[in-house]
């Protein structure tokens, strides 16, 4: 077997008939010293892989989850991917995404979103730490209008939070194309809600299993003194209540921090 490596990529062509992982691992360690937040490994180039081989892919999975950083693999021939599936775990675990590009796509949204530095307001006592959550199929957006308010009339230092789920048939660094454009999508919408009252938040997209509990976690890990939620007259009457009810009951039972709500007018949503 053969290995390249390429900028952010680890190139594997010819057999793979034994665990290479401990080759790779040191190719790959390479790289993410010039790019700590993940590098891709492209199998376009295997022409076969055993059942040996395809071990090499278990010590991967063992040897990300350690490190906590992000090794996408791409480009998974079909034959490949049928002996990987003979595996137990891996198929279910391992980050696998179509293509180079489309796991790019997945770690550039990541280096974007995960490492803004967050700029606030100094007036010489400690910001308050208020978290905006946002998540899919609820507009939440109006929280990040009402927390750049709140900032303008305190010392406040402001995280926009989105949500994105993953199944647990997927590894949680599994690249999920739609969902993470439209992770970036809402977060446009909330970044222009604070830029509109001229303040800054850092922006955050934290993968979980599920966006409620994800939101209690967040609050937990970001040490938030408030956690503020707003949504738009349509996610409370009409589209995503459900899952709108379900967090602002766990919040308000079970939030270890202060939380406020506030709806925008319906008169304002339909503008």
């Not at 790019?35 to 999975?61: H, N, R, W």
């Not at 503020?228 to 921090?257: M, N």
């Amino acid at each position: 077997m053969i290995i390249e490596t390429r900028k952010d990529v680890v190139l594997l062509s010819g057999m793979l008939h034994k665990n290479q992982w401990l080759t790779i691992r040191a190719a790959a360690g390479m790289l993410l010293r010039d790019f700590p937040e993940g590098i891709i490994v492209d199998c376009s180039g295997l022409q076969e892989v055993s059942e040996a081989g395809a071990k090499t892919f278990l010590d991967a999975m063992k040897d990300i989850e350690a490190a906590h950083t992000r090794i996408i693999v791409a480009n998974l021939p079909a034959n490949v991917l049928q002996v990987l599936k003979s595996i137990p775990g891996v198929r279910s675990q391992l980050p696998i995404a179509e293509s180079v590009d489309a796991a790019r796509a997945s770690l550039s949204m990541h280096r974007r979103a995960g490492n803004q530095p967050v700029v606030a307001q100094t007036t010489g006592a400690k910001p308050r730490v208020v978290v905006v959550p946002l998540m899919a199929e609820v507009d939440l957006t109006y929280g990040a209008d009402l927390a750049a308010r709140y900032s303008n009339m305190a010392n406040a230092d402001l995280r926009l939070v989105y949500l994105l789920e993953v199944t647990r048939d997927l590894p949680l660094n599994a690249p999920l194309p739609a969902q993470e454009q439209a992770a970036e999508q809402t977060m446009q919408i909330a970044r222009q809600f604070v830029a509109n009252h001229g303040c800054t938040a850092a922006e955050h997209i934290e993968r979980v299993r599920d966006a409620v509990d994800g939101v209690l976690g967040s609050i937990k890990s970001h040490n938030a003194d408030l956690v503020l939620l707003g949504a738009s007259h349509h996610a409370v009457e009409h589209e995503g209540h459900d899952r709108f009810d379900k967090l602002v009951d766990s919040l308000l039972h079970r939030a270890p921090c202060e939380v406020i709500i506030g709806r925008l007018r319906a008169s304002e949503a339909a503008n």
